[in-house]
């Protein structure tokens, strides 16, 4: 019982702690991304006759809910409480501050007003009004003539509570080493990051691996059935000769090296060659390839894209290149074919074997990212469509012998490559 009798004490005194807790817990309207310094010099602006908070014990709230801080220095913002135009707009904030309001409901208007927060230097404002059962508090500082935090929190005699209260309610949060003179002022010559000029040229080096294959995700199999599906005969003989797919295995890994880059951010280039590694599709159930130990073909691709792209910039770290590319290539196809070493000579069959065109031409399509980071190095995805053809239309001529079907007049196959850069600006 006595055990018991202690248990349920604990119990209660949690659920003590827990509702006290709750009484005099903060209430965020809104929190933009304001910058808390390192050492911070704290101003706090107050209309009210006595403040409602010391500032030491402040300071000693601080730096006991964020060990970040360092030693913050804190103090009663006495020449904002003795000028007119400060008085008017804290009065007027007094009576508008109010749960579902926007930033820029409250801001400061009159010119001299605007100058004072200009003015404050890495400094931190603490604004505090009084409002009967709870207090209304915005945070000010030299980046804008409106508040970068308000809320509120419950009113409490104790001082040192409320202070421990204000700081984890909006002080809360990762701090910054505070500027020097000079760093201030080139921070101010800085242009906005939404206008800020990109630079006139950006270039960058890769190598990729990706994959290969007939089939487009998301589409019916049978489109492609009969060129996934067909056999070699006689080293020669397929059911259609229109695609190389008929022929030579249609997926496979791909391997790229490219270099490229672009103009302004907007429009560039790029070159590159690709590689890869084809098996012949032969029919094992053909008793001809019995001499044969391999046969497969090497494809060798260069060609030219031409790219479209948007930039973001989400993290100072990081860069994001959303981008679409259109171009061309030339593909050219280098066998490796050997006999069993048990045969002495080939079969009539294989010294007729098919031939594949000396080159093939085609054209690319598709879309992509680069994820750069520290301006440097980079990882990209990008997915798309690559064709291959020869032309089989030629003008007509009654002495023309006939001729043999011409092999992979129309190939198109999908693919999808994952990429590591480097990323440099040669000019600004």
Same mark, same amino acid.
């Given at each position: 019982m006595k055990h018991l009798a202690q248990f349920l004490v604990a119990v209660i005194t949690l659920i003590h702690v827990f509702w006290a807790s709750a009484a005099y817990a903060g209430d965020v309207y809104f929190d933009s991304k304001w910058t808390l310094w390192q050492n911070a010099d704290i101003l706090i602006w107050t209309t009210e006759k006595d403040s409602p908070i010391d500032p030491k014990e402040f300071c000693l709230s601080l730096r006991r809910n964020n060990t970040g801080i360092g030693e913050p220095k804190c103090r009663l913002f006495g020449e904002w409480e003795r000028d007119t135009v400060a008085t008017r707009y804290a009065s007027w904030l007094s009576n508008n501050i109010e749960p579902g309001l926007e930033a820029h409901y409250l801001k400061a208007r009159h010119p001299s007003m605007m100058a004072k927060f200009q003015a404050l230097e890495d400094k931190i404002v603490l604004y505090i009004t009084?409002?009967?059962?709870?207090?209304?508090i915005a945070i000010f500082d030299e980046n804008a003539s409106e508040p970068r935090a308000v809320g509120s929190v419950s009113k409490n005699a104790d001082k040192i509570a409320l202070g421990d209260e204000i700081a984890s309610t909006l002080f809360d949060r990762h701090t910054t080493r505070r500027l020097s003179k000079e760093e201030r002022l080139k921070k101010e010559s800085e242009p906005d990051d939404l206008y800020k000029e990109t630079p006139t040229f950006r270039s960058w080096g890769g190598i990729s691996a990706g994959f290969a294959q007939a089939q487009?995700?998301?589409?019916?199999?049978?489109? +492609? /059935?009969?060129h996934t599906r067909s056999r070699v005969g006689n080293y020669r003989i397929t059911k259609d000769s229109v695609s190389l797919w008929n022929f030579i295995d249609d997926s496979t890994p791909l391997f790229t090296v490219y270099v490229g880059g672009i103009w302004f951010g907007f429009i560039g280039g790029e070159i590159f060659y690709r590689y890869s590694s084809h098996d012949v599709k032969i029919d094992e159930r053909d008793s001809v390839y019995e001499e044969l130990d391999h046969w497969n073909f090497s494809q060798h691709e260069i060609g030219l894209n031409v790219l479209l792209s948007r930039s973001f910039e989400p993290f100072k770290w990081l860069d994001l290149h959303l981008?679409?590319?259109?171009?061309?290539? +030339? /593909?050219f196809y280098s066998e490796d074919i050997e006999l069993k070493d048990s045969k002495k000579a080939p079969s009539k069959e294989y010294e007729t074997r098919i031939r594949f065109e000396d080159a093939y031409?085609?054209?690319?399509?598709?879309?992509?990212t680069q994820c750069v980071f520290l301006h440097h190095y980079g990882i990209s995805v990008r997915t798309g469509l690559s064709s291959r053809g020869k032309d089989i239309y030629t003008e007509p001529s009654p002495d023309a012998a006939a001729e043999p079907t011409t092999i992979g007049a129309s190939t198109i196959d999908w693919f999808i490559s994952f990429g590591?850069?480097?990323?440099w600006t040669p000019f600004k």
């Open positions: 009084d409002k009967g059962s709870d207090l209304k487009i995700p998301l589409t019916p199999d049978n489109w +492609y /059935s009969s981008f679409t590319f259109l171009g061309f290539q +030339y /593909s031409k085609g054209a690319l399509f598709g879309f992509g590591l850069e480097y990323h």
